[in-house]
């Protein structure tokens, strides 16, 4: 039987491919007076929301000092553990955060879980404010029956397991033999399943773009799905049901991809290339997920049954509704893919669970002076990297506007002198900036023997053990 993959994805579609932007904040800096001189603060989580903010504040502030609190041995969050391998120009973005974490007012402290190691009540002792930029770990479920049998996972969980992130190992080297049992895979057919139909797609034009040119593959399109769609693009049919006064350019182009690639007959070096595709690759609109199917002996999934929807409202408000039609696909593994989720990191922050954020108005956290938040953890898991610049910067100018009008503590704070006590008391070796550059040294070392850019180290023991800890 031909083996099948299907993929159920919500409102977050490959987020951390798309490019970054820039933007601007007001400057602060040459504006504090001397009882600001030396603030100490502590940003705990060193993904793009954390580096963003501390270069922020290193930026405004000429005498700040920042210290980057990351429970990994490595730093650089999601751009490391997050990004497709086949998309290395999203990494850029890490030269910039390696000049931010080169300043002589940062330092960066791995292998340090806040929660565990150190309290964040400790943190709040020893600096004059504390940053909570620790992002998404965990992943939204689906909450449907047979969601808890092998081959079910999330596909936070499969992107973590080909990239190398330390938690999502198996039994075997991971980032090399990834590679190896995929190139192995049986998976000949992958279908990506949404409760929306083509004008609510998440992904953009680039991402459709490369599907459409993926080696070895076609796609699958129902041209039902698309009806009506070319006159919605032309005419007030397409205002009305997107409440806008007109289709903005990016969009247009990615609604006429779809429909080029679902109504229109493929020209010869196209279909040539379909004809040969030994995998496919389909899109599957109106159906929402309710149950996943068992295997005859009940040890994995077999399918899902899914709910034919159809669509209710206009613009933002639109939402799928089930049409009381079933149908079941088959497939021997599901990877949901509906988004990520926080979690709460101390017992002293207020969380709320049911959005998955920490309470805040403009980063500052609610009702806990000199505490604050950026990034996912303080917005939600939506947006792209620039996103969360933009974002970042933010929590940090009103982190600065709060120091700048005495609403932080005054006095002199030990910062991380306190903490280290804190950490060798306890048993805790930190790796510093320069010890992650040893293990990028040898990662990029190993990589050149196979001529990749790098084989990542995935093992935190190894690591540590590399570095003589």
């Known amino acids: 039987m031909t083996s099948r993959c299907w993929r159920w994805w919500g409102r977050s579609a490959w987020p951390w491919t798309r490019p970054l932007s820039t933007g ?31 270069q922020h504040l290193l ?19 999601l751009v490391r553990f997050g990004v497709a391998p086949d998309h290395p120009e999203v990494k850029n973005v890490i030269n910039t955060f390696t000049q931010t974490a080169h300043s002589g007012r940062c330092a960066f402290w791995g292998n340090v879980e806040v929660g565990r190691d150190v309290t964040v009540p400790e943190l709040r002792e020893a600096y004059h404010a504390v940053v909570l930029s620790y992002g998404a770990e965990d992943h939204r479920a689906l909450e449907i029956p047979g969601e808890e049998l092998p081959g079910v996972c999330s596909a936070r969980a499969f992107v973590g397991w080909y990239n190398g992130l330390p938690e999502n190992q198996e039994k075997t080297d991971i980032t090399k033999a990834a590679l ?37 593959t076609r796609p699958i399109l129902d041209p039902v799905d698309f009806l009506g769609l070319q006159d919605r693009l032309k005419g007030t049919a397409w205002r009305q049901s997107t409440m806008l006064t007109e289709v903005p350019r990016p ?77 079941d696909l088959p497939c021997g593994l599901v990877l949901s893919s509906i988004g990520y989720k926080s979690r709460p990191i101390d017992p002293s922050v207020p969380f709320d669970s049911k959005l998955g ?27 792209v990297i620039a996103t969360t610049m933009t974002d970042s910067f933010l929590t940090g100018q009103t982190l600065l506007q709060d120091l700048k009008a005495g609403l932080l503590p005054s006095g002199p704070r030990p910062g ?35 001529g990749k850019p790098r084989e990542k180290l995935v093992d935190p023991q190894e690591m540590l053990c590399l570095l003589g800890h």
């Not at 700040?64 to 730093?75: N, S, T």
């Not at 030994?278 to 009940?298: C, E, I, T, Y």
């Not at 805040?360 to 898991?381: A, F, H, I, M, Q």
């Not at 006590?421 to 190993?446: M, T, Y």
């Open 59 to 77: 930026k405004q502030h000429p005498q700040a000092h920042v210290d980057i609190y990351e429970k990994q041995p490595v730093p650089f969050g």
């Open 180 to 216: 190896g049992v995929l190139r192995q895979s049986q998976v000949k057919t992958v279908w990506l399943v949404g409760r929306r139909g083509p004008l609510q797609v998440a992904f953009t034009i680039k991402e459709l773009r490369e599907m459409i040119q993926l080696p070895g």
């Open 416 to 450: 991380s002198a306190a903490i280290q006590a804190l950490l060798s008391s306890r048993g805790v070796q930190p790796v510093s900036f320069s010890d992650w550059e040893k293990l990028d040294a040898e990662e990029v070392a190993r990589g050149q023997s196979t």
């Open 251 to 327: 969009r247009k182009r990615l609604m006429e991809l779809l429909l080029r690639t679902a109504m229109e007959k493929p020209g010869r070096e196209e279909a040539a290339h379909w004809a040969s595709a030994s995998r496919a690759w389909g899109l599957r609109f109106f159906r929402s997920p309710q149950q996943v199917l068992p295997s005859p002996d009940g040890r994995g999934a077999a399918g899902v049954r899914l709910a034919v929807t159809r669509l209710e409202g206009v613009g933002e408000a639109t939402r799928a509704v089930p049409t009381g039609v079933m149908e």
């Open 357 to 383: 954020v920490i309470p805040n108005v403009e980063g500052r956290v609610t009702d806990v002076p000199g505490l604050y938040c950026s990034g996912w953890v303080k917005r939600g898991p939506t947006g």
């Open 24 to 54: 601007s904040t007001p400057s602060f800096r040459h504006q504090f007076s001397t009882q600001e001189k030396t603030p100490q603060i502590c940003v705990v989580g060193s993904g793009p929301a954390g580096f963003y903010t501390a």
